[in-house]
């Protein structure tokens, strides 16, 4: 398979050898050697752009696995990060602890931004939130935010925008002190699924509301806070009289709703950080 550069040299020569053939009355495409030549090359560049597609196929997928093993031991070592605190009440031992995951936080976090820059398309809104809460932990709030838009256009699905509406918006409210871009954060994502009707729907909207009706409360509007949780009690009900009913038809045992995408408040709280 010839390289780049061989192949231009080729196409060079075929087009001289051309250009003397027309001089002399023959036209290349009569000559036996100009069709082979021609057809040598094109079968060459075939190759070659074959052979490239399925080695850069390759390397995005080695990268997409990186990546997500990268964001897996992030949230393992969050998850073990919580549990450690719940288990050790010794102030120098919490401090190891802090020292060491601090660190390793940091290389994990690097490591993940690096892949991220070569493979931006790949990356879901859940990774990117995931990313972004840890930034945020680490009190990299610049690069947490831009994670955080990121999410916002890396999904597809209303349920999906929605939690990356309602993330935004605590991150602008509680680390950025923006309230009023907070306010009309959350409200996009409940815009996100008007016309939504399923218990995912309801479950997003939710947390959605309960998580603004928190932020509200903190920031001294208890009334408005309050209708937000209120509304966030509706939603939650509507979903599980579905799931309840659903449930009672099958003749199961009524279910929990679902997780949801980020993690809950009290672990994007923690910090691995002194």
């Known amino acids: 398979m010839g390289e780049p ?10 087009i001289a050898r051309a250009a003397e053939d027309g001089a002399a009355g023959t036209p290349w495409y009569r000559e036996a050697r100009g069709i082979v030549s021609v057809l040598a090359i094109l079968v060459s560049a075939s190759s070659f752009l ?14 997409r696995q990186e990546f997500r093993q990268i964001v897996q031991e992030l949230t393992e070592m969050r998850l073990h990060y919580i549990a450690d ?3 050790i009440t010794d102030e120098g031992q919490r401090r190891g602890i802090n020292s060491v995951l601090g660190a390793k936080q940091n290389i994990l976090l690097e490591a993940a931004e690096a892949l991220v820059e070569t493979i931006p398309d790949e990356v879901t809104a859940s990774a990117y939130l995931t990313l972004a809460w840890e930034n945020v932990n680490g009190e990299h709030l610049a690069q947490a935010e831009r994670f955080f838009r990121a999410a916002l256009h890396a ?18 409210a509680d680390y950025r002190d923006e309230l009023a871009q907070a306010r009309e954060t959350f409200q996009l994502g409940v815009r996100q699924l008007d016309h939504e009707w399923d ?9 959605t509301y309960e998580s603004w009706g928190g932020v509200e409360q903190r920031k001294g ?9 209120q509304a966030a009690q509706g939603q939650r009900a509507q979903a599980q009289a579905v799931l309840d009913a659903r449930n009672a038809a099958r003749g199961a045992p009524p279910v929990a709703g679902p997780l949801p995408i980020a993690p809950p408040r009290g ?4 910090s691995v950080l002194p």
Request: aromatic share 8%; hydrophobic share 40%; proline share 3%.
């Open 85 to 87: 605190l719940a288990r």
């Open 199 to 207: 218990p995912a729907a309801h479950f997003a909207l939710a947390d």
């Open 221 to 229: 509007d208890a009334a408005k806070g309050q209708e937000l949780l």
């Open 155 to 172: 999904t597809g699905s209303p349920t999906g925008r929605t939690y990356a509406h309602r993330d935004l918006g605590l991150f602008l």
């Open 5 to 14: 550069g061989e192949l231009e040299r080729e196409a060079v020569e075929i």
């Open 267 to 270: 672990l994007q709280s923690a």
């Open 50 to 63: 074959f052979t490239w597609q399925t080695h850069r196929s390759e390397e995005v997928h080695q990268k």
